[in-house]
């Protein structure tokens, strides 16, 4: 029975999943699930609803919020005493039709479209056009979320969050933990026995703030957090994977924001996608090569929000432990650690995962 065990324990692969707040860490978590088919429970379902229906009005008071600060008024006057109704709203209120309506006349407003046009001057919700597009539908007292809906509700993680992808005979257990800073006493409980550590960035966050401090840049948070993480002894051996997320928005912002607003030393052309791509990568690479010197890190650049990335890129964690597994176990080693000189022929150093 004890031999059974043991036996079927070396087919469980423990993937820690780390980084800093905004990254997109769930968002990852649940686009897994969907592509593998691990399907929602009932508990999930209804926290989407309640949570999109939730973002809904967070993301009208943050445009209200964000066109007093820009001193941005609104083009309709009259629409003064509804935006005071929306303001007044608690928190953890959520939408329902008849918010929806005065949410939706608020969102047609050209002065509310000019603050969202400098979404990039202040923190705001990445799905936010996405769930004021949608607000009547989410705040149907009959709504029922589909694929789309589950991986746009944003839904602060707290604590510790286990799921579970099973290809048998392996058993893929991911752990999230909330990427918030006051989350992150809690990492050291889930650093036992990780065969894997996926490490995401928000590609995007060069040219955003922190949710929880307004005066931090999200990339330089991430790299110091990603240092934090890589200089860990207990991870000295264990395979690392990086994904850069939110390609899309960076792809968007670079047009506009250059890299120099983030690395002032950037000496790259401006406007253009792929150097800006290269730099931000050789970031990551060196902090890993002055943590731990010549350990490989590939790195995967995605959109989570498009499924396809999500299954190149998971695609190949999975199928990485999976050989790295066959090769032990044929070599006679015990551990899963020590990979790091292995990993080049198995897994290319970087993939961005192109979108149509």
């Given amino acids: 029975m004890l ?127 996405y769930y004021l597009d949608e607000v009547f539908r ?73 949710f929880e401090d307004s005066s931090e840049n999200i990339m330089h948070e991430s790299l110091k957090l990603f240092e934090d993480v890589a200089k860990n002894p207990i991870f000295k051996n264990t395979p690392f994977f990086i994904f850069l997320n939110k390609k899309d928005l960076f792809e968007e912002y670079i047009k506009t924001y250059p890299l120099k607003k983030c690395f002032p030393e950037y000496d790259g052309p401006e406007g253009e996608m792929n150097p800006a791509l290269e730099y931000v990568q050789k970031q990551f690479r060196d902090v890993m090569e002055k943590c731990v010197p010549g350990k490989q890190v590939p790195i995967s650049i995605i959109a989570a929000r498009i499924r396809r990335d999500m299954k190149m890129a998971f695609g190949e964690v999975k199928d990485t432990l999976k050989k790295q597994y066959a090769k032990e176990n044929v070599g006679g080693s015990h551990l899963m650690g020590g990979t790091s000189r292995k990993m080049n022929s198995i897994a290319s150093p970087s993939k961005v995962h192109k979108t149509n």
Wanted: charged share 25%; with cysteine.
């Fill in 138 to 210: 989410i705040s149907a007292f009959d709504f029922a979320p589909n694929d789309d809906d589950m991986i746009w509700a944003r839904i602060r993680t707290t604590g510790i969050v286990v799921s579970e992808v099973v290809e048998k005979p392996y058993h893929f257990q991911i752990v999230d933990v909330g990427g918030q800073r006051s989350e992150r006493r809690k990492w050291i409980h889930c650093f036992d026995d990780v065969k894997a550590v996926i490490y995401l960035a928000s590609l995007s966050g060069y040219n955003q703030v922190l």
């Fill in 3 to 129: 031999a059974e065990s043991k036996e079927e324990a070396k087919f469980n692969f423990k993937i820690l999943l780390l980084g800093a707040g905004e990254s997109g860490k769930s968002t990852v978590v649940k686009q897994i699930k969907i592509i593998w088919n691990v399907q929602p429970t009932q508990l999930e379902i209804r926290q989407c609803v309640e949570a999109l229906q939730r973002n809904c009005v967070e993301a009208m008071q943050t445009l209200l919020t964000a066109s007093k600060a820009l001193d941005i008024p609104l083009q309709d006057p009259a629409l003064e005493e509804m935006a005071g109704k929306i303001m007044a709203l608690d928190q953890n209120q959520r939408s329902t039709p008849e918010l929806a309506e005065m949410i939706e006349t608020l969102w047609k407003d050209e002065g509310v479209q000019r603050t969202y046009a400098r979404r990039n001057d202040y923190w705001h919700m990445d799905g936010t056009a």
